[in-house]
């Protein structure tokens, strides 16, 4: 979320305790004097900690806990989308500390503010000067990828360097790599013009990895040794994350009766810009109902309109834009834009501009991303403008990778509805990776939206999947790893100046590893589940069905007011390395249901709010 968390949330409803309980908001003094002794006692539980945690497992809720409340079934009202299948990825990712190494791999660490915290399986290697790490390729492919750590500057500008990648027989490969995209110091402003500070003497660094594509020139065989080295001439010692593998797809080529950028004699450079070109063509081709054909190239563009029409590149390895603002601006009628890369240069993030968005403005209903690679961008694509445009209906994305990013890959915001992102990888956002936000400023409330089948890998700040308010939603088949710092695998939330949620909210056969974090924002440590209920009350439909929860860095759920929460239920959850499968915080008010959990190991409920709190497991 980029500016929720600004001057426009500090302005919202701050969560007090004074304000839950009625002092604040008019409550009939016969409720105040019932307030009293409960958050006497919530207290006293808070201090007794664990322990009278482990009794609360083992006796009914204490009278005065609400009971559950029986539900009328929510009508069910059709998504325009089908959820599709998963799509079998494409790449294969090879862990650094699961290769070989003339270098160091640090202990496992969640630690904020160390690489480890923010590197994928939180394990890294170290390569000082003339140090490697070595893999065996398990499959063949004729492109990598590697997420690396290059140090900062002394000034926070960044600097360049390489890497040689050797792969057989091929020879050796030069893979640049570089610290200006990421490291970010300090105390975020949230809402700013610059959120994260450049000046590396402010102390706190966040955002350590970047990442560096490399198409070689012919394909490696399965069983290939490739060897990435330090080379000994340089005089940074360096980490590598990981490397993937992939096979780079045929160049597509121009469909039946296009157009072609090519005719438009675009300088198609990276250097000469190509905007005005860019945005000459579209209109052409939309005046003329053809597709716009964009071979393979690098053309380097500023902000273009695209109003309709169909932008199809010849794939998201072959047609890349690239610039410091590249973008593509919709101008609300329907577009598809499919097969292309948008490689921004944003170092910074502006809460209050959506320069460095790839995408940006209101498609129209019915529109399509499909397959697009971002990279170096603040958003991929914030939906609409608060307070201008009304999000679009049946906006689908499907088949992207958005990576490195400042803050949201995706927000459906400002009343997106019926919309879908599906098979999509997002690595490196910073902030919530998919969300899908419904501010009361920003219009009505969205609704049926859907993440299905997404893969989400170590968003430095916030969470994998995050829901702000409206409804109903379907989050399916998600994959999310490595959480750093206020965050969750999956957060449902009442916040933000939100809508409250209205319909029902099923999360689904979600994979969730390493998710949670050790504190968050309002406080406390927060599970790779977690459900928020801190400005509104949430009486709504939240359920969650089979999701499979692995080694969390603090509870499976964790559940927390201090409005009320009804009508949630987790079924089938199943659960591996969980210590505490629900952490219940205290002042959470409201009830939760539990059914049919299968826990690997030792597991425990923690209620620190049984007297407002039901917490039931079946
Ligand atoms: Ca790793």
Redesign the pocket.
Known sequence: MTWKRGAEAASKREPSSIRANGSASGVKPARLTLMVPVRVAVVAVSVLGTLSVAVSCLVPPPALAPPPRVREPVPVTPYAFEVPPALAKSTLLL???AGSTTGSIPEFSTQLYTAGAE???R??VSLAPGQSVTWRAPRSADSVVVRYSYPDSADGRGKDGALELRVSALPTQRLPVTSRFSWAYGKPAWGSNDVWASEPRRGSPRHFWDESALKLPSAFAAGATLTLLNPASSEQTLSV??IELETVPPELTAPQGSLSFADYQPAADGVGDDTAKLEHALADAAQQKRVLYVPAGTYHIASAQMNEGTLQGAGMWRTRFVGPTAQLRFGGEPVRVADIAIFGGTTQRDDKSDVGNAFTGRPGDGSTLERIWVEHMKCAFWVAKAGEERGPTRLRISGCRFRDLMADAVNFCNGTTDSMVDNTEVRNSGDDSLAAWSPEHGGPAGGHNTFAHDFIQSPWVASGIALYGGGPFRVIGNTVQDTVTTGSGIYVSANFGAHPFTGAVEVTDNVLTRCGAHESDPGGPTGAIRVLASDLDMDAEFLFRHDTVREPLESAVSLQGPRRMTGVRFEDLVLEGVPLIADVRPGARGDATFGRVTVQGEARYRNASQFLFALTHE
Do not use: H, L
């Open positions: 862990e650094a500390e590197a994928s399986g394990r890294y994350d990981f």
